[in-house]
């Protein structure tokens, strides 16, 4: 019986090969969420606007190129529609006839009266996976609100939970919903292709920013649900329901983070036989006590030393780094999350790899093509609808494309 797991002289076979996805997606919640999706083979087609391009395109310019767009659409296609235009809208039609998943999150109800909806499309291809995301959901009082990243870190609570007691509400320092929303959203769509496979029906998935900050939240969510009362610390530890010493410490270089702990076993790593007079009860009754006596000691060493002491003791500690020290990481080096492609404006682009490592289909041998040039391949797909060059040269006098 064979036992060897390498793959590398093996046909790649990524899980989504085969599966055409038409996205609309736009911004990072819509995009990110069928990048997911290519990275393990899908072949998705992204719909911009003639001329100008999705929005995406005109954030964070380097040499007249988006560096948020390439962040978002490696491995997809681009082809320029009209979606204002008659022809634009019966193109769109014809490449859902040969389409297993339509990925939008426009506000609600702009698909609907372009025509591109899922009642309609479905109608076309009953088979048809539908992913329709927004800010707040199809429904509901904040229906017409704008959705964005931040607007939910502060409605959900996130940057109410985050930060000293007196401070300002504290956002996450990244676009943690966005993201997030775009991991369950590529989920969803994987369960809806494999309950069609059961089935042989298509579906439409309905996800929300809101839905997605939510469930990044379940813990301290499900608790104030239950009636425990969340509550920053004065002294600032990492969660309004943690107990000491759970957070960030000053040594004498650098910060180290501190996480669970018995404080009993803590008193003994860093001599500080105060920290037996507390109970673990009192580690988060009187847990801005425990931090200062905790915080006195950190400033004794550095912060090798400390990591080097305390993880030989077997206390959950960490480095604290910015970004630019944890692109030099020894494990981040190791896991080998940047990959490297050529771009003839932007030379040398260290993209991040998929998260997904499969045996059969490894990180390193998923397809790692750069974001397409606007409309690149415009020709191509209409040529796969039957549309000669003549066709397309008339379309794009018109503007269609």
Known sequence: MRTDLDVTSQPLVLPFTGTRIISFAQLAQGPASVQLLADLGADVIKIERPGTGS?????????????????????????????????????????????????ENFRPGVMDRLGLGYAELSKLNPRLVYLSASGFGPTGPYVSRPGQDLILQGLTGLAAATGKADDLPTPAGSSVIDLHSAALNAFGIAAALLHREK??????????LLDAAVHLQTENVFDTANGIKKQRSASGLASPGASAPYG?????????????????????????????????AEALTRR?????????????????????????????????????????????????????????????????RSPITLSEAPAERQPRQVAPELGQHTSEILAGLGLTAEDVARLKAAGTI
Request: with cysteine.
């Open 55 to 103: 929005l995406e395109r005109t954030y964070r310019l380097r040499n007249g190129e988006s560096l948020l767009f390439h962040m978002l659409h490696r491995n997809q296609k681009s082809v320029t529609l009209n979606l204002k235009a008659p022809e634009g809208i019966e193109i769109v039609r014809q490449l859902i006839g040969s389409a297993d998943v339509v990925a």
């Open 199 to 208: 089935t042989g029906k298509g579906q439409l998935i309905t996800a929300s």
């Open 248 to 280: 960030v410490y000053q040594t004498k270089t650098d910060f180290i983070t501190l996480s669970d702990v018995s404080l009993k076993a803590l008193a003994e790593a860093i001599d500080e036989p105060a920290l037996l007079d507390f109970t673990e």
């Open 288 to 352: 801005d006590e425990v931090r200062v006596l905790v915080a006195r000691r950190m400033l004794d060493r550095t912060a090798e030393e400390w990591l080097e002491h305390l993880l030989a003791a077997g206390i959950w500690c960490g480095p604290v780094k910015d970004y630019e020290a944890l692109l030099s990481d020894p494990q981040f080096i190791h896991a080998k999350l940047l990959f490297e492609t050529q771009h003839p404006r932007l030379g040398t682009l260290r993209n991040i």
